[in-house]
């Protein structure tokens, strides 16, 4: 974490629109996102379905070029993928090579780097157990469960030391169990290393769980429709931070939130306070 950009700034989005051309009609995707992320936090982006959430990441990233707007990391514009950025992806079994080990998949991107042999390799023994995986440093990714895969997806991601982290539903394809302990897994790795974190997921009760502030988009063509800043103590636990009141007000906030943008609500950004405590949060978390 060595530069930053104005007032601690990490990540700055600014006015970024993207259309979709070429189809039978133009798409509108994105309309008007503005955000920044600091130095250094934990943010989530929640959304409904098709609202565009992968669109913004893939502009982030600089794997695509927005229509208007612009990016910004540590106050250097993003065109693009920029080399201190990471980014993990929901789909763990497409993104470790099948014929590489474990300790091969995640030092390859560490071969980007003007690095030593010997520093690449404490890089990887350091992820890999930040990750719990030293015992399969060896292994193959198809000798490991899903969830073991995405940590190795982590590992590869932290290894690299970015300033950035980027995560796409990372945690959308494993179970329940699995997904807890990952969650807790981001929180442990985010705290030690203190690198900005943006989060995206469907589930608004990880986004509450994970964030230090979480970002809900309204529909398609998105707008940031709130952002929500989670005051839970930084020490969280699934059992007792899950049944603490306030997050059970945050969570009726942002289901509320995401109601209203999935009833076309989008464009007109709702008021700070107008939904906490909505007890329709209760039927069900996931957005759809
Ligand atoms: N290459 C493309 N060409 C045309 N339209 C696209 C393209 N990619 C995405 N879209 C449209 O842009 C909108 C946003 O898509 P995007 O995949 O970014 O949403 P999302 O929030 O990530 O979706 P989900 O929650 O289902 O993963 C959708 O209406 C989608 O149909």
């Given at each position: 974490?060595?530069?930053?950009?104005?007032?601690g700034?990490?990540?700055?989005?600014?006015?970024?629109?993207?259309?979709?051309?070429?189809?039978?009609?133009?798409?509108?995707?994105?309309?008007?996102?503005?955000?920044?992320?600091?130095?250094?936090?934990?943010?989530?982006?929640?959304?409904?379905?098709g609202c565009?959430?992968?669109?913004?990441?893939?502009?982030?990233?600089?794997?695509?070029p927005?229509?208007?707007?612009?990016?910004?990391l540590?106050?250097?514009?993003?065109?693009?993928?920029?080399?201190?950025?990471?980014?993990?992806?929901?789909?763990?079994?497409?993104?470790?090579?099948?014929?590489?080990?474990?300790?091969?998949?995640?030092?390859?991107?560490?071969?980007?780097?003007?690095?030593?042999?010997?520093?690449?390799?404490?890089?990887?023994?350091?992820?890999?157990?930040?990750?719990?995986?030293?015992a399969?440093?060896?292994?193959?990714?198809?000798q490991?469960?899903?969830?073991?895969?995405?940590?190795?997806?982590?590992?590869?991601?932290?290894?690299?030391?970015?300033?950035?982290?980027?995560?796409?539903?990372?945690?959308?394809?494993?179970d329940?169990?699995?997904?807890?302990?990952?969650?807790?897994?981001?929180r442990?790795?985010?705290?030690?290393?203190?690198?900005?974190?943006?989060?995206?997921?469907?589930?608004?009760?990880?986004?509450?769980?994970?964030?230090?502030?979480?970002?809900?988009?309204?529909?398609?063509?998105?707008v940031?429709?709130?952002?929500?800043?989670?005051?839970?103590?930084?020490?969280r636990?699934?059992?007792?931070?899950?049944?603490?009141?306030?997050?059970?007000?945050?969570?009726?906030?942002v289901y509320?939130?995401?109601?209203?943008a999935?009833?076309?609500a989008?464009?007109?950004?709702?008021?700070?306070?107008d939904?906490?405590?909505?007890?329709?949060?209760?039927?069900?978390?996931?957005?759809?």
């Amino acid at each position: 974490m060595n530069h930053q950009g104005e007032h601690g700034t990490m990540l700055k989005v600014t006015g970024l629109q993207k259309v979709y051309h070429g189809g039978a009609a133009d798409v509108e995707a994105v309309r008007d996102l503005t955000f920044d992320l600091a130095e250094g936090e934990l943010v989530c982006l929640v959304g409904p379905s098709g609202c565009g959430k992968t669109t913004l990441l893939k502009c982030i990233a600089g794997l695509m070029p927005p229509t208007s707007g612009t990016v910004e990391l540590a106050g250097r514009p993003v065109t693009a993928p920029p080399p201190d950025m990471a980014v993990v992806f929901q789909e763990y079994g497409r993104s470790l090579f099948a014929w590489m080990t474990v300790r091969a998949n995640v030092e390859l991107p560490l071969k980007e780097k003007k690095l030593t042999r010997a520093r690449r390799a404490e890089l990887v023994a350091e992820s890999l157990e930040a990750v719990g995986l030293t015992a399969f440093a060896d292994a193959y990714p198809w000798q490991l469960s899903g969830g073991m895969q995405q940590r190795v997806a982590i590992a590869r991601a932290i290894a690299y030391e970015p300033q950035v982290l980027l995560m796409d539903e990372p945690f959308a394809a494993v179970d329940a169990q699995t997904r807890a302990d990952l969650e807790d897994l981001i929180r442990t790795i985010w705290r030690r290393m203190g690198v900005t974190v943006l989060f995206v997921t469907h589930d608004i009760d990880e986004a509450v769980y994970l964030g230090e502030r979480v970002l809900v988009l309204s529909s398609s063509p998105t707008v940031v429709q709130d952002d929500i800043t989670v005051d839970l103590p930084a020490e969280r636990d699934q059992l007792t931070t899950r049944q603490d009141e306030r997050f059970t007000e945050l969570r009726a906030r942002v289901y509320a939130e995401i109601q209203q943008a999935k009833n076309g609500a989008g464009s007109t950004p709702a008021g700070p306070d107008d939904h906490a405590g909505d007890g329709a949060a209760q039927a069900s978390t996931a957005v759809h």
